[in-house]
């Protein structure tokens, strides 16, 4: 049996970190900026940033009918960490680079008419992307808006176990994947030198390959390329962090 965390997500945390980013960083508005990276804060410049960023998603069910199943059981949970560094080149424009870790775990338990089935999934990928962004200030320089471009390139590895009534398949996959992507999102500083930041993915273009392993046999493998155009804002698919500024001047 594969493990998988009993972490439990609620999407409730993550409406009050919205909520609490937008109070506290209203309340800074008045401020002095002597010492802001941005000085004024008008702008963002001559500062070095770091960041760490999480997103995660998760969903159950249970006794659900199917045309030809009965879904008795289904856990899913995608998580995954970023750490973001960048410098400011310029006014509201910056370059810089980030390393993310993801995980997926599912697990589903249904009925068909051999019997019960337990499908269970582990995914793992790493991936590092070097990114340019642009800022927009919002009113007086407390919030900003950004758009990011990056260039990603990710490793991804999964095992695949399907116990069924007269046999057990496991199957392995590894991939290599690069993909260009652009992740809009807002900025609200809590401190001259920290800010919360909120954002999410609306276009992607990619390029994969993967190999597949059935039960220690090689037994499939191919090239994907995919594009990907989306503008629905999904609250529990947003990337939330913080963000620390080191005036470099």
């Given at each position: ?7 439990k997500?609620k ?6 970190f919205l ?10 508005e ?17 500062s070095v940033?770091?960041?760490t960023?999480f ?15 009965k ?22 424009f910056?370059?810089?680079g980030?390393?993310?870790?993801a995980?997926s775990?599912?697990?589903i338990?249904y009925?068909?008419?051999?019997g019960?089935?337990l ?7 790493y ?8 800022y927009?200030?919002?009113g007086?320089g407390?919030?900003?808006l950004?758009n990011?471009?990056n ?6 590895s999964?095992?695949q176990q ?6 057990i398949n496991?199957?392995t996959?590894?991939?290599y994947?690069l993909?260009?992507?652009?992740q809009?999102?807002?900025?609200a500083?809590i ?7 909120v954002g999410?993915?609306?276009?992607g ?10 039960n220690?046999?090689?037994e499939?493998?191919?090239?994907t390329w995919?594009n ?10 947003l990337f939330?962090?913080?963000t620390?500024y080191f005036?470099?001047k």
């Open positions: 049996m594969i493990e998988r965390p009993h972490f997500a999407k409730w945390t993550i409406l009050l909520v609490l980013a937008a109070f506290s960083g209203t309340a800074q008045e401020e002095d900026e002597a010492e802001s990276p941005a000085g004024d804060r008008s702008t963002l410049k001559t940033f770091a960041s960023t997103s995660v998603k998760h969903s159950e069910s249970e006794n659900v009918t199917r045309i030809l199943q879904l008795d059981d289904s856990y899913r949970l995608d998580w995954d960490v970023t750490l973001r560094s960048g410098y400011f080149i310029k006014d509201n910056a370059v810089g980030y390393f993310k870790y995980e775990n599912n697990r338990e009925t068909n008419d051999e019960p089935v499908d269970e999934t582990v995914e793992r990928s991936s590092i992307a070097p990114f340019i962004r642009n927009l200030r919002l007086k407390t919030f900003y950004f990011e471009t260039l990603e390139f990710t490793y991804g999964g095992v399907v116990n069924s009534v007269e046999d496991r199957n996959t590894d991939s994947a993909k260009l992507g652009i809009p999102g807002i900025t500083f401190t001259d030198v920290v800010s919360v930041e999410t993915s609306v276009l273009l990619s390029s994969e390959y993967t190999r597949t392993t059935t220690g046999i090689e499939d493998e191919g090239y995919s990907e155009v989306s503008f629905e804002i999904d609250l529990l698919s939330l962090g913080l620390f005036p470099t």
